[in-house]
């Protein structure tokens, strides 16, 4: 009766139903202060150790799930005699009264309730529990319009003989009949049933005897769905006559894959509630839409807009390049370089010839004597000069081991005649060096070279120069050497300078206390030592073991085989070009098939270590976190127009674009601040060639990849070992922040790296891999690029090249996100 007390706990409020299971009360628990619903065993039942035992064993199974879609069981208690059981209150009704009392759902309801059943069915599987008794009367759907399974008092565990006819007549499958073992497939076949009339408002059957539902569901065709709906959805109508198969083996594989037929729903929150796997296609198909609205588009292009303009502006006081004076052009400064070489070395004209930007190895240090921020207004009165050219020229043509770019040292000096040097951006000598010939001439070495030409192509009086000791070693074979002070607007400088029999050899303008830079420094200390090869074990280490996970996924199949192969190609074909375009090619056919031979081989090592760890990693952050994954898979099945894949890349183009501002502002800072500054910035591959710096700026999507590999490593193992997404956020942010520290200035620093921390955890857990890739390259390509509001220089062309590069890339992904839909409204809209 109402307002009875049970087990000092338990107060009756009233009952709920009754049925050949027993009776059902809905009750309040006294010591939890919540509703709770009481389910006793039939008075038959009293004594009967069978039933009591299943009674029990309802508990046991139901307890094993804890899902939002399979109604919760708490405990099993006694009361004069009766066993019954706790579980959770649903406050609604039964699936079976409400389309009694409606009919039909319409087709918006019905799938959300569809799609939680099949969860709710999904979760139990998973547990290896089968139900055997599904359909719409313990099928409850709270006021909130959520379905709730309940009722697992015939459920048994997949390992266990179920060679028995149990259930309900009118939901039990062909093989419960015919008394065969149940499987999760039998469940499938009541969820259609439940489908069925949960879609159509009717049972496919209507059989009035155990007889006849037997003979129905044995032979009968059930009328189509369709037939009984008009505006039924064609999948809809497949996927349940298929739960409907009267051959188990026919009937889908899982209730995860029936909720994938289904319309709407979270299909990738159903596989993963129910262990399994999903697939590259499931991922790629599960995810938001992406599309943008017209004002969030509109507000993050602007927002674009000023990030870019901004960057552009820091740029002209925080790189290097800015910050000197305009000087000449790569092909006046070639020019120049040609003329002192001849005049100087005394050499005929070259076979060939590389060139390139060099800034010296003693930058920081000369900084760090001036006071900010005088030191960045006046670094470009700096002699010598901390912007330089460098040029070498050699009598036969110049072949890199490498079949790449040209250096100082590759190929090593060889040939008499080949002559190095170093120019600034004036034109002004800084280094000369001249290989002399290999045969020695019978003359005196106690000739005294004129000096005089190298000190007016270094734009140095004579006057301001004092003899020293030499101290310095030149860098060619010499038999003489010299060196002197000075002081050239109040810089202090030393020249060092030697001969070969009476002709000059080597010529180095150098500033105060130089370091040198071919003795033996800190990088071969016994910590080096102890440190390079712990790193070497630790790359060996991965490498071996992404391999053998790659294999395995491989063989097995759980790898993104397709996904995989359209990635690798994708990057061996950029770095083909890469390589094509940066490499120094020469007009000799055997010289430039080997190079064809080299770099087809040599460009597919970053593809093929990328592939295989891809592969090795892909398929369990896929398990795991296959959220992350979704635009990167939309974006490998070649889904180029998909709104979201163009989200992902216009945000992290824009988000990559900010932090890029956060550190130009900060490395600009020390111009108008006295505070500490880091060293300006300066990419020497921005300054190449032509052909140089387009393959450059292509290398760094590929760079970008790789970072984004790196983040997704990071993410994947943190979140094995954590299992909390706020946890791994945490740990990126000040990860990432800890690797952008340099040093200079912990104060201004700190927070600027915490903010590229908060940006990459943001971009990687909310956005995924395709947004972090995009937020890298955009970084790399904003920070580093020579940007001048000065279009008189010659390089800022290139700067307005990429601006150009990453703004279309921007507008690409913008428009792709807003759909078939402009960014402004028309008038008729």
């Not at 009267?246 to 929150?269: E, F, H, I, M």
């Not at 092909?331 to 100087?344: P, Q």
């Not at 390139?356 to 760090?368: A, E, G, K, Q």
């Amino acid at each position: 009766m109402p307002g009875a007390i049970l087990a000092s706990r338990f107060r009756i409020v009233s009952l709920v139903g009754r049925g050949g299971m027993g009776e059902v009360y809905r009750a309040d628990d006294l010591e939890l202060g919540q509703p709770v619903a009481l389910k006793f065993l039939p008075k038959a039942s009293l004594g009967d150790q069978e039933t009591i035992e299943r009674f029990r064993g309802e508990v046991r199974n139901a307890r094993q799930i804890a899902h939002p879609n399979v109604c919760r069981v708490y405990d099993i208690g006694e009361h004069e005699g009766r066993t019954f059981l706790s579980m959770e209150y649903v406050d609604g009704e039964d699936l079976a009264s409400l389309l009694r009392r409606i009919g039909r759902l319409p087709a918006a309801k019905a799938n959300e309730l569809a799609q939680q059943i099949c969860a709710g069915l999904a979760a139990a599987h998973s547990r290896q529990i089968l139900h055997r008794d599904l359909k719409p009367s313990n099928i409850l759907v709270d006021g909130r319009g959520h379905a709730h399974i309940t009722d697992f008092g015939l459920a048994i565990r997949t390992n266990e003989d179920t060679a028995e006819a149990v259930g309900t007549p009118a939901y039990m499958a062909p093989e419960q009949f015919r008394g065969d073992a149940a499987t999760p497939r039998t469940d499938l076949y009541a969820l259609g049933l439940v489908l069925y009339e949960l879609y159509t408002g009717k049972r496919p059957f209507e059989g009035a005897s155990f007889s006849e539902c037997r003979q129905q569901h044995l032979t009968s065709v059930p009328p189509p769905p369709g037939e009984r709906v008009r505006d039924l959805e064609p999948g809809v109508e497949a996927i349940i006559l298929r739960c409907l198969e009267k051959d188990p083996a026919k009937r889908p594989v899982s209730a995860v894959a029936v909720s994938a037929a289904l319309p709407g729903g979270n299909t990738l929150a159903a596989v993963l509630a129910a262990g399994e796997t999903p697939s590259p296609e499931m991922v790629a198909a599960s995810g938001e839409e992406g599309a943008l609205s017209r004002s969030s588009a509109l507000l993050l292009t602007l927002s674009l807009a000023v990030t870019l303009a901004a960057t552009v502006y820091f740029s002209n006081y925080a790189n290097l390049i800015n910050l000197v004076p305009p000087g000449k052009s790569p092909d006046s400064l070639i020019d120049r370089s040609r003329e002192l070489a001849t005049s100087l070395g005394e050499v005929p004209a070259p076979a060939d010839y590389a060139w390139w930007f060099v800034v010296p190895n003693d930058i920081d240090r000369r900084l760090s004597k001036v006071a900010a921020p005088q030191r960045y207004r006046d670094i470009g009165n700096f002699y010598p000069s901390v912007m330089r050219f460098g040029y070498r020229q050699s009598p036969r043509p110049l072949e890199s081991p490498s079949f790449h770019r040209i250096q100082w040292l590759q190929p090593a000096p060889y040939y008499s005649g080949e002559i190095a040097l170093t120019i600034d951006m004036q034109g002004r000598l800084l280094y000369f060096s001249r290989i002399p010939p290999q045969k020695i001439e019978p003359t005196s070495t106690n000739v005294n070279p004129d000096w005089k030409p190298f000190w007016m192509a270094a734009g140095i009086s004579p006057e301001v120069l004092t003899s020293i000791a030499p101290a310095w070693a030149p860098d060619v074979a010499s038999d003489r050497t010299f060196s002197w002070k000075g002081e050239m607007q109040g810089h202090l400088f030393e020249v060092h300078a030697a001969s070969f029999q009476g002709k000059p050899v080597y010529f180095q303008v150098v500033g105060p206390d130089p370091t040198p830079s071919r003795m033996v420094g800190a990088w071969t200390s016994g910590g080096f030592r102890f440190v390079a090869p712990l790193f070497g074990l630790l790359g060996t280490t991965v490498i071996l073991f992404s391999a053998y996970f790659a294999y395995r996924n491989f063989r097995s199949g759980r790898g993104d085989r397709r996904g995989v192969f359209r990635f690798a190609a994708a990057v061996y074909g950029i770095e083909f070009i890469f390589f094509t375009l940066t490499s120094h090619h020469l007009f000799d056919i055997a010289y430039e098939w080997n190079w064809l031979g080299h770099t087809v081989g040599f460009a597919a090592a970053i593809p093929l270590v990328q592939s295989v760890y891809y592969l090795a990693l892909e398929p369990y952050v896929r398990r795991t976190w296959p959220e992350v994954l979704v635009s990167w898979a939309r974006l490998l099945s070649g889904r180029f127009t998909d709104p979201l894949v163009g989200r992902d890349v216009f945000l992290g183009i824009l988000l990559g674009s900010i932090n890029a501002l956060a550190w130009v502002a900060l490395s600009a800072s020390p111009y108008y601040f006295a505070v500490p500054g880091m060293t300006p910035n300066f990419a020497p591959g921005t300054l190449e060639t032509t052909p140089a710096f387009l393959g450059d700026s292509i290398q760094a999507l590929v760079d970008g990849v790789i970072n984004g590999m790196g983040a997704l490593s990071i993410l994947f193992l943190l979140g094995r070992l954590t299992r909390r997404k706020w946890i791994v956020a945490l740990v990126v942010c000040l990860l990432w922040a800890s690797l952008n520290l340099s040093g200079f200035n912990y104060t201004l620093e700190v927070p600027v790296a915490l903010l590229s921390g908060v940006l990459l955890a943001c971009v990687m857990l909310r956005l995924g891999l395709l947004a972090t890739i995009f937020l890298f390259f955009s970084n790399a390509a904003m920070l580093f690029m020579p940007f001048s509001l000065d279009f008189s220089r010659w390089y800022a062309g290139r700067g307005v090249l990429i601006l150009l590069v990453v703004l279309g890339l921007a507008f690409y992904g913008m428009r792709v996100s807003l759909g078939s839909r402009p960014l402004v409204s028309s008038a008729e809209e």
